[in-house]
């Protein structure tokens, strides 16, 4: 079982940076893929990035070098840093870390969101 609690979200006028973090429990939190994920309004929930245990990296084209996936394995935290914000990044954003069972099954577990919004 893993909890993941994002903090971090808020109002940002455009052009602005925030920083969302993503606190996971359980163990070998180093091991899981984890991700970002948004979701604007009427809209589905579509990937932003993720990061591996050996860090490697995956991004959405539309925040390719406007974000980032950094994460500390010592603090089982992620981040995503989002600089030059646009309105069109206003969504709520979610965690989710993946976990791979002994015989290669998948479960995804999700936090509950924060709100990002990005005024013009």
């Known amino acids: 079982q893993v909890q993941l609690v994002e903090s971090g979200g808020g109002l940002v006028q455009a052009g602005g940076s925030l920083r969302l973090s993503c606190a996971a429990s359980?163990?070998?939190?180093?091991?899981?893929?984890m991700g970002w994920y948004r979701q604007a309004p009427g809209k589905r929930r579509e990937l932003v990035a993720t990061?591996?245990?050996?860090?490697?990296?995956n991004y959405a084209d539309s925040v390719k070098g406007r974000f980032s996936i950094p994460r500390d394995n010592a603090k089982n935290t992620v981040y995503l840093q989002m600089n030059s914000l646009k309105p069109e990044d206003t969504a709520v954003y979610y965690c989710?870390?993946?976990?791979?069972?002994?015989?290669?099954?998948?479960?995804?577990?999700w936090g509950k969101g924060t709100q990002v919004t990005v005024s013009s």
């Open positions: 359980g163990s070998a939190f180093s091991s899981k893929t």
């Open positions: 990061i591996t245990s050996g860090s490697n990296t």
């Open positions: 989710k870390c993946r976990v791979v069972g002994a015989v290669g099954s998948t479960m995804d577990y």
